[in-house]
């Protein structure tokens, strides 16, 4: 991945809302989203998560405009954003009340995939546990399933982050933001993808089930519910 470093850690980020003096260089709509991402970004940089921000200069239509990857340790939250229309579209379709807190939830997607990154947890299920395949698989496509099953099983568990990230932060926002994520994954949904995360998000409608001491515990549990009801 060629990527230009916009902070190599978050502790250059010197407060809630500072971005790096190399901000003047981005696209307005890097900066949204980075502005957007600050409260998360701060709360990552306070659990001392190992996570670098990355720009990615080269055009990046058809990718994901926010991502995350996990190299030699430390996690790396991607945005690729130039010659990527989607990026400012995402932004256009979330109502303006919502949008901030809505930028937040992704970021807190994001976070809980570095959190399962760092655990060492990435693709694992709980002991006892087993992931049932469709019969009559050939090998390969035993091995695709397997594979697609194993991501959404981690878009389930970022999805909760996100609206625990929403519970503890925008508690008044929730109900909208909920109809806003299930709206988002109802869409074009293929039954069973890498973005069905819905019987995940049917545990929690009110957020009281994500509650928790710390922001990956509430989500933890109820993520280990909703396996039984996505297999």
Request: glycine content about 8%.
């Amino acid at each position: 991945m060629r990527c230009w470093i916009i902070c190599l850690t978050l502790s250059l980020l010197g407060g809630p809302l500072a971005l790096p003096a190399l901000a003047a260089d981005l696209s307005a709509t890097e900066n949204q989203w980075l502005r957007s991402a600050a409260p998360v970004l701060a709360y990552a940089r306070g659990l001392g998560q190992p996570m670098d921000i990355i720009v990615q200069p080269q055009a990046a239509a058809g990718l994901a405009p926010l991502a995350m990857a996990f190299v030699a340790g430390r996690c790396k939250l991607v945005l690729s954003m130039r010659g990527n229309p989607e990026a400012q579209a995402t932004l256009d379709r979330i109502p303006a009340p919502l949008r901030d807190a809505a930028v937040e939830l992704m970021v807190a997607h994001e976070l809980g995939h570095c959190r399962r990154y760092l655990d060492g947890a990435w693709a694992s299920v709980p002991a006892g546990f087993v992931p049932k395949l469709p019969a009559g698989l050939s090998d390969e496509y035993r091995e695709a399933y397997g594979a697609m099953f194993a991501a959404r099983r981690e878009e389930g568990y970022g999805d909760l982050v996100g609206l625990a990230w929403t519970q503890m932060r925008h508690p008044g926002q929730y109900a909208a933001l909920y109809a806003w994520l299930v709206s988002l994954r109802t869409q074009d949904l293929i039954p069973g993808s890498h973005h069905d995360t819905l019987a995940w998000l049917q545990l929690a409608p009110d957020g009281a089930a994500l509650v928790a001491a710390e922001l990956f515990a509430g989500p933890a549990a109820l993520w280990a519910r909703g396996l039984l009801r996505a297999n």
